[in-house]
C-alpha cells in the first residue's frame, strides 16, 4: 500500500513554456500533499503544501504565481511550472500524506533548454 | 529555527558491518520521526518511523529515539553494498500526531558499504 505516482518520469521543455506534473496517490486518499524540488548533491527543498479543496501554502521564497498548484480530488495534485527556464530545470517530488506518513512519488525531472 | 542535524558523510563501512547514523532536532515538542532511503537520483522511500522513546526493529533496521537528549538514529546490521544511499532523517516538529504538519529533513548521510 501508500503507493505515489507521478507523472510525466521525465520532461525537456523550451525556455518560456509551461510544464504540468501530475501526482497521485494510488491506493488511499490524501488530503495533504507535498510538492519538493532538488537540485543535484542538495537536500530536498519543500516548496509547498498542497490541501485539498482549498489554496495551497507556499513555502517562503517560492513564487505562487511561477508555480501553481492544484488539489482538485483526494488523489490528485498538479504542479504547473509556468513560463519555465533553465533556472527551473531539477527534480520534483511530490509525497502524499497517510495518517502521520509521507510517501514519495518516483519525481518528474525538468530540463527547460 | 527548526532544525534536523546529520553529518553529511560519507560513512564507509564493510559490508556485513553494522551502520550507524545519528540525527539531531531542536524542536522538543516533535512526536513523529522518520528515516529515509534516497538512492542516487531516485526519490525517497520511507524505511522507518518511530514515536516513542527506545528501539524499534525492522529487519536488519533499528530505529532509537531519546526524546530528552532530542537524538535519533538508525542502526543497519549485517550492511550490504546495496545499502548504499543517502539517508535522510525527518521530523515532524508537531505535537500532535496527524494535522496538516509538513516534514522538516536534515541534509542526509551518504553511506557507502565496501564489499
Known amino acids: 500500500g501508500a503507493v505515489v505516482s507521478q507523472h510525466p518520469s521525465w520532461v525537456i521543455c523550451k525556455s518560456g513554456t509551461s510544464v504540468k506534473i501530475e501526482c497521485r496517490s494510488l491506493?488511499?486518499?490524501?488530503?495533504?500533499m507535498f510538492w519538493y524540488r532538488q537540485f543535484p548533491k542538495q537536500s530536498l527543498m519543500l516548496m509547498a503544501t498542497?490541501?485539498?479543496?482549498?489554496?495551497?501554502?507556499?513555502e517562503q521564497g517560492v513564487e505562487k504565481d511561477k508555480f501553481l498548484i492544484n488539489h482538485a480530488s483526494l488523489t490528485l495534485s498538479t504542479l504547473t511550472v509556468t513560463s519555465a527556464h533553465p533556472e527551473d530545470s531539477s527534480f520534483y517530488i511530490c509525497?502524499?500524506?497517510?495518517?502521520?506518513?509521507?510517501?514519495f512519488g518516483p519525481g518528474t525531472r525538468l530540463t527547460v533548454l | 529555527q527548526k532544525e534536523v542535524e546529520q553529518n553529511s558523510g560519507p560513512l564507509s563501512v564493510p559490508e556485513g558491518a553494522i551502520a550507524s547514523l545519528n540525527c539531531t532536532y531542536s524542536?522538543?515538542?516533535?512526536?513523529?520521526f522518520f528515516w529515509y532511503r534516497q538512492y542516487s537520483g531516485k526519490s525517497p522511500e520511507l524505511i522507518m518511523s518511530?514515536?516513542?522513546?527506545g528501539d524499534k526493529e525492522d529487519g536488519r533496521f533499528t530505529a532509537q529515539l531519546n526524546k530528552a537528549s532530542q537524538y535519533v538514529s538508525l542502526l543497519i546490521r549485517d550492511s550490504q553494498p546495496s545499502d548504499s544511499a543517502t539517508y535522510l532523517c525527518?521530523?515532524?516538529?508537531?505535537?500532535?500526531?496527524?494535522?496538516?504538519?509538513?516534514?522538516?529533513f536534515g541534509a542526509g548521510t551518504r553511506l557507502a558499504v565496501h564489499p
Open positions: 509525497s502524499a500524506r497517510q495518517v502521520d506518513e509521507q510517501f
Open positions: 491506493d488511499f486518499q490524501a488530503t495533504t
Open positions: 498542497s490541501n485539498e479543496g482549498s489554496k495551497a501554502t507556499y
Open positions: 524542536d522538543r515538542v516533535s512526536q513523529s
Open positions: 518511530i514515536y516513542s522513546n
Open positions: 525527518a521530523v515532524n516538529p508537531s505535537p500532535f500526531s496527524g494535522g496538516y504538519n509538513k516534514l522538516i
